[in-house]
């Protein structure tokens, strides 16, 4: 099918030192992301998935995967994700999301769905605040980008609410709950699908419904 509906899932994945504890379970529940958004391109024939993967510490941000199409993507594994240092959500999300904003500036059937995936708040970014980030996301959601952010160990809503994020999800930092955090995820991202293939308009909060 020509000129299918592009949908860019961008994911910015915390690789600060306390992520440590939760490795493996991060980065088997990616590749769980991975495997979720191929059965989705599957069901829904009429979209394009393409995936960009971003992490973030303190000792930079890395961009695992820039606008990869799903069928060429490989799994993550631990020598990729070494959680280590500070949390500098900030810079981590506006870098990547005006570098996707750059790429996709160029095309008129698109939307694009943000993950932001952290157990803990922000304390380490230069070159972003809170204040630029809520105006940047604002602007945003104006042309089909959707934003979703998941967290522990912190008022999750409260810090969403903060850079105008209204769609989250907590989850316990353990294995179990990063399964059971994943598997809710996974429900959402056919969901979302669902509405565009409908052509149904993405509420903020589709986690919830």
């Given at each position: 099918m020509?000129n299918?509906h592009?949908?860019?899932?961008?994911?910015?994945?915390?690789?600060?030192?306390?992520?440590?504890?939760?490795?493996r379970?991060?980065?088997?529940?990616?590749n769980?992301?991975?495997?979720?958004?191929?059965?989705?391109?599957?069901?829904?024939?009429?979209?394009?998935?393409?995936?960009?993967?971003?992490?973030?510490?303190?000792?930079?941000?890395?961009?695992?995967?820039?606008?990869?199409?799903?069928s060429?993507?490989?799994?993550?594994?631990?020598?990729?994700?070494?959680?280590?240092?500070?949390?500098?959500?900030?810079?981590?999300?506006?870098?990547?999301?005006?570098?996707?904003?750059?790429?996709?500036?160029?095309f008129?059937?698109?939307?694009?769905?943000?993950?932001?995936?952290?157990?803990?708040?922000?304390?380490?970014?230069?070159?972003?605040?809170?204040?630029?980030?809520?105006k940047?996301?604002?602007?945003?959601?104006?042309?089909?980008?959707?934003?979703?952010?998941?967290?522990?160990?912190h008022?999750?809503?409260?810090?969403?609410?903060?850079?105008?994020?209204?769609?989250?999800?907590?989850?316990?930092?353990?294995?179990?709950?990063?399964?059971?955090?994943?598997?809710?995820?996974?429900?959402?991202?056919?969901?979302?699908?669902?509405?565009?293939?409908?052509?149904?308009?993405?509420?903020?909060?589709?986690?919830?419904?």
């Amino acid at each position: 099918m020509t000129n299918k509906h592009k949908v860019y899932n961008l994911i910015i994945l915390d690789e600060s030192g306390s992520m440590q504890s939760i490795k493996r379970a991060t980065i088997s529940g990616f590749n769980e992301v991975v495997q979720t958004v191929k059965g989705v391109e599957e069901q829904f024939p009429e979209q394009e998935h393409i995936i960009s993967l971003v992490t973030f510490n303190g000792l930079g941000i890395k961009t695992l995967l820039f606008n990869e199409k799903v069928s060429n993507l490989e799994e993550i594994d631990e020598k990729r994700y070494q959680p280590a240092s500070m949390t500098p959500l900030y810079d981590a999300m506006g870098f990547s999301m005006t570098k996707l904003k750059t790429e996709v500036e160029q095309f008129k059937n698109y939307n694009v769905l943000v993950t932001i995936l952290t157990d803990g708040e922000e304390n380490a970014s230069k070159e972003y605040n809170g204040k630029t980030i809520k105006k940047l996301i604002e602007e945003l959601k104006l042309n089909n980008w959707t934003f979703t952010y998941i967290g522990a160990n912190h008022d999750v809503e409260k810090f969403a609410q903060t850079i105008s994020i209204t769609n989250t999800m907590k989850f316990q930092a353990t294995n179990a709950g990063m399964k059971q955090m994943f598997a809710k995820e996974k429900k959402a991202r056919f969901l979302y699908s669902s509405k565009l293939s409908k052509g149904e308009e993405v509420s903020d909060d589709f986690y919830d419904e």
